[in-house]
């Protein structure tokens, strides 16, 4: 019996999303909308990047927010591997291997586009108190400027990357999906605004990090979920009904289509 998820949906939205961000993206250099958000935060803290070592900016949020994602990636590798050495968990392989694929994929993703493109942060800039002009993504920089990290958002990566967590659930627990598309999202919007506040990042950092994190987590989901049914993963045979509805919740069977 098939059960495959209907992933060409989720790539179809994803184009969608696409289609909408670009024009998104020529609004925000038009208006210079990033200039207008980071102004008004640079001014409401006092003409300076008041919390930029503050304490609940930079260590909770900040450090350890950080060391929250990677404990919960320590967890995936153990619920991973605990899959593999448990025979009742092996219809949890393949979804927790996309998990960890997603994760690294968008994390790593992010990672080497930031030190791939020379972007300064706001706090680098003369204009919020710093000593660099502002340099355009398009335009050509300089060659005696520094080169700087700061395109995309880096750590709003540590929490964007847990979408995944919609796609793996979609597939194993449907009624948990949006469950894991809040922790994703929700991680990604903290650690983004953090970081916006302490004056590291332009809100198009923020949001070019999750449209790269969605697009792994959707790319990699059609890739290694859109196959996943409980007659693929499941390696014991199913001799009667009570014993296969023990094994694999009924949610599971049935298509999602969402």
């Given at each position: 019996?098939?059960?495959?998820?209907?992933?060409?949906?989720?790539?179809?939205?994803?184009?969608?999303?696409?289609?909408?961000?670009?024009?998104?993206?020529?609004?925000?250099?038009?208006?210079?909308?990033?200039?207008?958000?980071?102004?008004?935060?640079?001014?409401?803290?006092?003409?300076?990047?008041?919390?930029?070592?503050?304490?609940?900016?930079?260590?909770?949020?900040?450090?350890?927010?950080?060391?929250?994602?990677?404990?919960?990636?320590?967890?995936?590798?153990?619920?991973?591997?605990?899959?593999?050495?448990?025979?009742?968990?092996?219809?949890?392989?393949?979804?927790?291997?996309?998990?960890?694929?997603?994760?690294?994929?968008?994390?790593?993703?992010?990672?080497?586009?930031?030190?791939?493109?020379?972007?300064?942060?706001?706090?680098?800039?003369?204009?919020?108190?710093?000593?660099?002009?502002?340099?355009?993504?398009?335009?050509?920089?300089?060659?005696?400027?520094?080169?700087?990290?700061?395109?995309?958002?880096?750590?709003?990566?540590?929490?964007?990357?847990?979408?995944?967590?919609y796609f793996c659930l979609t597939v194993m627990v449907p009624q948990?999906?949006?469950?894991?598309?809040?922790?994703?999202?929700?991680?990604?919007?903290?650690?983004?605004?953090?970081?916006?506040?302490?004056?590291?990042?332009?809100?198009?950092?923020?949001?070019?990090?999750?449209?790269?994190?969605?697009?792994?987590?959707?790319?990699?989901?059609?890739?290694?979920?859109?196959?996943?049914?409980?007659?693929?993963?499941?390696?014991?045979?199913?001799?009667?009904?009570?014993?296969?509805?023990?094994?694999?919740?009924?949610?599971?069977?049935?298509?999602?289509?969402?």
């Open positions: 019996m098939h059960t495959s998820v209907d992933f060409e949906r989720h790539l179809l939205r994803l184009c969608y999303g696409w289609l909408f961000f670009i024009p998104l993206m020529l609004f925000f250099h038009l208006y210079g909308i990033d200039f207008h958000i980071a102004d008004y935060l640079y001014q409401w803290e006092g003409g300076q990047w008041l919390l930029r070592d503050n304490v609940i900016a930079k260590s909770v949020f900040h450090d350890d927010g950080r060391t929250l994602s990677e404990l919960m990636g320590v967890v995936l590798i153990v619920l991973t591997v605990t899959a593999f050495l448990k025979k009742g968990w092996n219809h949890w392989r393949r979804p927790l291997l996309y998990l960890i694929a997603a994760v690294t994929a968008s994390t790593v993703t992010v990672s080497l586009i930031k030190n791939a493109i020379s972007m300064d942060c706001p706090w680098d800039l003369a204009r919020y108190g710093g000593n660099l002009p502002f340099i355009g993504l398009w335009e050509v920089r300089p060659a005696g400027m520094p080169d700087t990290a700061c395109f995309p958002a880096g750590h709003a990566s540590a929490g964007y990357a847990w979408i995944a967590l948990w999906k949006l469950l894991g598309l809040a922790i994703g999202l929700g991680m990604g919007l903290a650690f983004g605004i953090d970081q916006q506040l302490r004056g590291a990042h332009f809100l198009s950092h923020d949001l070019f990090t999750l449209m790269i994190c969605w697009s792994c987590s959707a790319l990699l989901g059609w890739l290694m979920l859109r196959h996943v049914s409980v007659d693929l993963e499941s390696k014991e045979p199913l001799s009667s009904a009570g014993y296969q509805s023990a094994r694999t919740p009924a949610h599971y069977v049935k298509k999602e289509g969402v």
